[in-house]
């Protein structure tokens, strides 16, 4: 069931129903998958459901990267996985990381896949072509626009810190993203945990706004100075990404409940810090 509520309000209430700010991120790589489970034709759906299933309830949002499913085919399984999580844990908000960028016209058809196709609460989407090009995922005004700002990876820094009249180029998003773009309410920003005093300026410059912070685990990010430098005034206002290191941790049958540990220790050492 999908409520009428907004995005932000579905996130609000998972972050105090779960008391956690951990974001899974659904990233199916097949040759990573346990070995009962190679081959078989649902292979991708069976085990991110079984991860969905193991750590519902301490997640605050899921995050499934488009390019595991697209890439192998798999888009009527993601289809499959997001109706599961409606129907079985609709009390968790589904990010559809597809960082789409394009022109209005072609906008409007990623808004409705996005939102329409898959049904997401949130859709991540990259802002460097400029406001016309994010405006038609904000004519669904209930849902989430979470814009690229200042991303994990190293080479994040080749455009994002260029100087743009004494500012830096993510600082403009971020500027921008908390003020005159953001007239549905409902938009939140990327923020790499690999980047904690980046993560610290965004926060400066968006009051309580929500951040999807990926870049903790796999990627070596620092989860205590990620979460003292974006915590909000409430002590949340973070989706902390966590996706390999949650997925992968076992490789027997019970790759799940070992999902669930680590979730679970993730979730813990989050909360140590708010
Ligand atoms: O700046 C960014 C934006 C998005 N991502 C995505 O998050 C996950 C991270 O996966 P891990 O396995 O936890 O490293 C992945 O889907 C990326 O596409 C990001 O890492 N950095």
């Not at 700002?149 to 994040?156: F, L, V």
């Not at 912070?213 to 990620?226: C, K, L, R, S, Y």
Request: charged share 25%; aromatic share 8%.
């Amino acid at each position: 069931m999908h409520t009428t509520s907004t995005f932000i309000d579905r996130l609000n209430a998972a972050w105090t129903t779960r008391n956690s700010l951990l974001c899974v991120g659904l990233d199916p790589d097949p040759a990573k998958f346990p070995a009962h489970l190679s081959g078989g034709p649902d292979a991708i759906f069976e085990f991110c459901k079984a991860i969905v299933d193991a750590t519902a309830d301490l997640a605050c949002a899921f995050k499934p990267q488009i390019a595991y499913f697209a890439a192998r085919r798999a888009e009527d399984q993601l289809e499959a996985l997001i109706a599961h999580i409606r129907e079985r844990h609709p009390e968790v908000p589904v990010i559809l990381d597809a960082k789409r960028g394009d022109i209005g016209s072609t906008a409007e058809q990623y808004a409705v896949e996005a939102f329409e196709r898959y049904r997401a609460d949130a859709v991540t989407v990259n802002p460097y072509m400029g406001r016309d090009s994010i405006e038609p995922y904000l004519a669904w005004s209930d849902r989430g626009v979470i814009l690229l700002c200042r991303t994990s990876n190293p080479g994040g820094s080749d455009l994002q810190f260029l100087d743009v009249g004494g500012e830096r180029l993510f600082e403009r998003v971020a500027r921008l993203a908390a003020g005159e773009w953001n007239h549905t309410g409902q938009l939140a920003l990327v923020v790499g945990a690999t980047f904690p005093a980046e993560i610290a300026r965004v926060r400066e410059l968006t009051g309580d706004m929500p951040l999807l912070v990926p870049g903790i685990g796999a990627q070596g990010g620092d989860v205590e100075a990620t979460v003292k430098a974006g915590r909000s005034s409430a002590g949340s206002g973070l989706m902390i990404n966590s996706s390999r290191a949650i997925l992968y941790a076992g490789k027997g049958e019970d790759f799940a409940q070992a999902a669930r540990a680590v979730a679970l220790a993730t979730r813990d050492a989050i909360n140590r810090y708010r």
